[in-house]
Each structure stands twice: as C-alpha cells, then as structure tokens.
C-alpha cells in the first residue's frame, strides 16, 4: 500500500526556519518525481515544490523562491522541504504528494498519492 | 488569484447531475496542457479524482467523468450522492508561471 507521511510541521515565529519531512513506503521511491502543496486555512490549494527521481531538477512556486529548499534522500524514502525565512502567509497544512515516474514534464502530470499532511503556523 | 478559474460554489439534489467549470488561458489549458481534478472531503487529504482530462483512476464510480475543450475543462458528476459533498479542484500547468497550478476551488452541496 503507498502511504505518504509528513512531519516537522509546527508553531515558527515569524523570519525562523522549518524542516519538513515526508517519509514514503509501498513504491518505488527512487524511480518517482515528488511534490509539496500546501493549503492556508480555509483557502484552496496551491502548488509549492517539486523534484524529480534523482534531484537533477527542482522547481519552486514565485511564493516561495529563495526561501524554501525541496530535497530528498532516495536512500532513506524520505522527502524534504527547508523552509526559511518564514512569515505569516506561509502558514498552511503542508502535503507532500507523489508525482509521476520519471522526470519528463513533471509539472504537468497529476499527484498521487497524498500525505495526511503536517500544520505549518507562522506567528510571534 | 488563480490562472484557473473556478465556481465557488455549486449544489444540487440527490440523483441530479451537476457540472463544474475550470476556465483557463493560452497560457493553461488553452495551451494544450492536461488538467486533473481532486476531491477532498472535509478534514481530509485531497484525493486524485481525474487525470488527463477525462480518465478516472482505479476505484473512483464512473458517476464522475471530465472533459476539456479549448482553454475550459468541466467534471462532471451525475447521480448526485451525499457522499459527494466535498470541495473540488482543478490543476494544470500554467507556462506564464513556469508551475503547476490549482483553480481556487468549487464547494460542493448536496441538498
């Protein structure tokens, strides 16, 4: 069975640092692009970061350019997302997701399966 | 303010069929990009409900189907169950934004 698993989420004061991590079983992490997505209270979804199999490539939404880092450790089945520089407006259910197999034209593809997500709160 | 634009809400009755709009630009789905939607129900994590335009994964009811034409997509869902009632999006990707993107989102109400 594929699960996905998010932790580290928590409360951050404003201008602090966050690591997430999303631990994956039941598939072939290696072979698999992987996503984050996040949703603000009560808002809708929004797109933040991917990477594809062997981290040749990582993509970022404008949002968060600059400040957050997608990694991951395809020896651990784990993925990762660093997040500096934080504010108030990154404050949101963080989910990681699963993307296509391979790396071609990853932004395009669906995700698939979803984590139950980890609570980011930026506040002082 | 998404690229892709969203109803924010519709509703309908149990056993009616009900659509849901996501229009785009030549920069989305007018661009020839597929679009896929999720389901998320309340308090859950959002779930794959239709991928490439009109291809339902393993285990979503046939009640639910997609289309796209020129720089629009719609779901729609037909034999309207309660279960149903969830908030539902759509994505694609948006050249302009060099990103993927998600439409801001349709509550569904069941009646």
């Known amino acids: 069975d594929v699960q996905l698993v998010e932790s580290g989420g928590g409360l951050v004061k404003p201008g602090g640092s966050l690591r997430l991590s999303c631990a994956a079983s039941g598939f072939t992490f290696s072979t698999y692009s992987m996503i984050w997505v996040r949703q603000a209270p009560g808002k809708g979804l929004e797109w933040v970061s991917s990477?594809?199999?062997?981290?040749?490539?990582?993509f970022y939404a404008d949002s968060v350019k600059g400040r957050f880092t997608i990694s991951r450790d395809n020896a651990k089945n784990s993925l990762y997302l660093r997040m500096n520089s934080l504010r108030a407006e990154d404050t949101a259910m963080y989910y990681c997701?699963?993307?296509?197999?391979?790396?071609?034209?990853?932004?395009?593809?669906?995700?698939?399966?979803w984590g139950q997500g980890t609570l980011v709160t930026v506040s002082s | 303010q998404s690229v892709l634009t969203q109803p924010p809400s519709v509703s309908g009755a149990p056993g009616q069929r009900v659509t849901i709009s996501c229009t785009g630009s030549s920069s989305n789905i007018g661009a020839g990009y597929d679009v896929h939607w999720y389901q998320q129900l309340p308090g859950t994590a959002p779930k794959l409900l239709m991928f490439?335009?009109?291809n339902r994964p393993s285990g979503v009811p046939d009640r639910f189907s997609g289309s796209k034409s020129g720089t629009s997509a719609s779901l729609a869902i037909t034999g309207l169950q309660a279960e149903d009632e969830a908030d539902y999006y759509c994505q694609s990707y948006d050249s302009s934004l060099s990103g993927s993107a998600f439409g801001g989102g349709t509550k569904l109400t069941v009646l």
């Open positions: 997701a699963r993307g296509p197999e391979g790396a071609t034209a990853i932004l395009t593809k669906w995700f698939d399966p």
């Open positions: 490439a335009n009109n």
């Open positions: 990477i594809t199999p062997s981290s040749g490539y990582m």
